[in-house]
């Protein structure tokens, strides 16, 4: 273990642990985690984690979260130094999953006279996860706690960031809003503050469109919460960097994005069980592959859904999917419940997809998806069997399902509109020629391609060109900042095969590559063998436009291999379509 000054920690295994103070008798107590597992949905990015608890000391004394049951021993040493356990009156839960609540028993143990404070679900879930009743105290929103000294803490309620259970806390005399998962992000670095907004930026949208994203109308309901506050000073986040210099920037991101999602014109429901199995993260999954196509999302967990809500939900929706439900144990009755409501409540016109959760006690999925199908609905996506625990390659199959439910949904409507649209406008944009190329990209387990054609060179020093890639394309999910690809160029008259190829509806993590000749690039992604040149690249920053990204990448190796022969040329009709 190497000691890195006072208050910072760092050992071999790259956790580490900060304290800083962050206001007026504020404490922030990090749990650095440089690691964390890449087969989580939500850790594309790769860039690790924090776990971020606080200590707020009026009169009385507040913890706010405490930390993953990995960092218990460096996160206990630190609590102890921090403060006599003894004088810790109340233990904040924003909302009860283990990657925040990992601690809690731990922290009772130390600190037996605590109230635990929370919402009404949070400590219900509580009691279930530690497996005793807890001394607590239920708050709802705009409920306040007078810690003394002026630390008066106000609570709002937060539904669905991320769990159904989860509240903030806005402390009136340093105007810091604590808000867990929300706002946050899975960027790990020393630093506490948010100083560098643009390293932050694609770990703060990629987030966003995990775990947000697919509540966009919660969000929007709790931001509504936020502006009746008197300011904000600080967002103190569960996850990554607090925000304290970007504040508003950051804030009025997450209000568009959200904003936009809300104004889909089709929605799906996506039904999961919060903690059984690998529910929550699968659905998480599914839910981002719809969110791409444009189709906003709304998750509910089965575990406290009301009948009354279901049934609405199910009316309301174009689409849903479903985990199935555990066959026994506490969460069976209430996940059946809504099962049955949404089996009475679900119409022939409607689109649907299953898929298990791996909890070991998966009721079957067969009799589920026939009911279904015996209603005249039609399925979304192939069930999604899942046999082993998540790895990459599930997320990016459960991913893909979600997006073809979501083109599902959307097709008739894209395609009227492509029809619809065929004005001197649009011929005129239709004259804008490009070139043809297959994109090529392999990421951990993953591999993707994609025929693209919206390319072009971007910059002499570095040698860089943009490609602009559809929101639901997969490919999308393996061009983040950092990530590596190959742009191949196909050859005038020699592209039809390769075109054909790259064109087809892949099924949901399907190989790619199946029967076509290539070799390994340096940085590790497929070049096509037939190509006419290629190039390899690292992607620098994206740019959002409207149904685009538009990717920049640097080029750092390419070869021509046949000199004399010229690229493919793409010529369209109107500038709607590719
Ligand atoms: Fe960071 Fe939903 O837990």
């Known amino acids: 273990m190497v000691a890195l000054g006072d208050r910072n920690v760092r050992t071999e295994n790259r956790l580490t642990t900060q304290t800083l103070d962050i206001g007026d008798n504020t404490t ?15 850790f594309g990015l790769q860039n690790g984690t924090t776990y971020n608890s606080y200590l707020v000391r009026g009169d009385k004394v507040a913890l706010i979260d405490t930390s993953h049951e990995k960092f218990r021993d460096l996160y206990l040493k630190l609590l102890r130094k921090e403060i006599d356990a003894a004088q810790i009156d109340y233990l904040i839960i924003s909302h009860t999953e283990p990657d925040h609540s990992g601690l809690v028993k731990d922290v009772l143990a130390l600190a037996p006279q605590a109230v635990v404070v929370g919402a009404k679900i949070a400590i219900s879930f509580l009691e279930e996860f530690v497996n005793e009743s807890v001394n607590s105290k239920i708050v ?13 803490l106000e609570f709002l309620n937060a539904p669905n960031l991320h769990w159904p259970d989860t509240i903030f806390t806005y402390d009136h005399k340093t105007k810091i809003l604590y808000t867990c998962d929300a706002f946050g992000s899975h960027f790990c670095t020393d630093e506490t503050f948010d100083e560098d907004l643009e390293a932050l930026s694609p770990d703060f949208r990629f987030y966003y469109e995990c775990l947000m994203g697919p509540n966009a109308r919660s969000v929007l309901s709790a931001m509504k919460r936020m502006d009746a506050l008197a300011g904000i000073n600080t967002i103190a986040t569960g996850h ?10 950051l804030t009025e991101r997450y209000r568009q994005w959200s904003s936009e999602k809300a104004k889909a014109e089709q929605t799906a429901a996506v039904f999961y069980l919060s903690d059984y199995g690998y529910s929550d993260r699968l659905s998480q999954a599914i839910a981002r592959g719809i969110s791409k196509t444009g189709v906003a999302v709304e998750m509910m967990d089965l ?22 439900p555990p066959a026994a144990g506490p969460y069976a009755t209430p996940a059946q419940a809504a099962i049955s409501t949404i089996l009475a409540a679900a119409k022939s016109k409607q689109i649907f997809g299953v898929f298990e959760s791996y909890g070991g006690n998966d009721q079957p999925i067969d009799p589920l998806l026939s009911r279904f199908k015996d209603l005249g609905l ?3 996506f192939g069930a999604l069997r899942i046999k082993d625990i998540p790895c990459e390659t599930i997320y990016q199959e459960c991913e893909e399902s979600g997006t073809d439910l979501g083109q599902k949904l959307t097709l008739k409507e894209n395609l009227k509109k492509i029809k619809a649209i065929d004005g001197d406008l649009e011929k005129a944009l239709g004259r804008l020629s490009s070139g043809l190329y297959i994109i090529t990209a392999h990421k951990g387990d993953l591999n993707g391609a994609m025929l693209a054609s919206w390319v072009t060179q971007a910059s002499f020093e570095p040698l860089g060109f943009t490609v602009a890639v559809a929101k639901d394309r997969a490919i999308e999910s393996l061009m983040h ?7 191949n160029v196909l050859e005038a008259d020699n592209y039809a095969s390769l075109m054909t190829h790259f064109l087809k509806r892949f099924p949901p993590g399907a190989d790619r590559f199946a029967g076509v000749k290539t070799r390994q690039a340096e940085n590790g992604s497929p070049i096509l063998a ?10 620098v920053s994206r740019m959002e436009c409207s149904d685009h990204w538009l990717v920049y990448s640097e080029v750092t190796v390419g070869k021509v ?18």
């Open 530 to 539: 037939d190509a006419l040149a290629y190039m390899e690249c690292k992607v």
């Open 561 to 578: 291999s046949k000199p004399d022969s010229l690229t493919a040329v793409h010529h369209r009709q109107v500038g709607t379509y590719y």
């Open 378 to 380: 039609t399925e979304g």
């Open 140 to 152: 709802k929103n705009g409920d306040q706690i007078d810690l003394g000294q002026g630390h008066v």
């Open 240 to 249: 990554g960097p607090l925000l304290r210099h970007n504040v508003e920037e």
């Open 28 to 42: 922030v107590i990090r749990s650095l985690d440089w690691d964390r597992d890449r087969f989580d949905i939500e």
């Open 481 to 487: 900042v950092g990530d590596m690809f190959v742009l």
């Open 303 to 324: 575990k406290v859904a009301d009948v009354q809500e279901v049934q609405e939900l199910i009316n309301d929706v174009s689409a849903f999917v479903i985990t199935t």
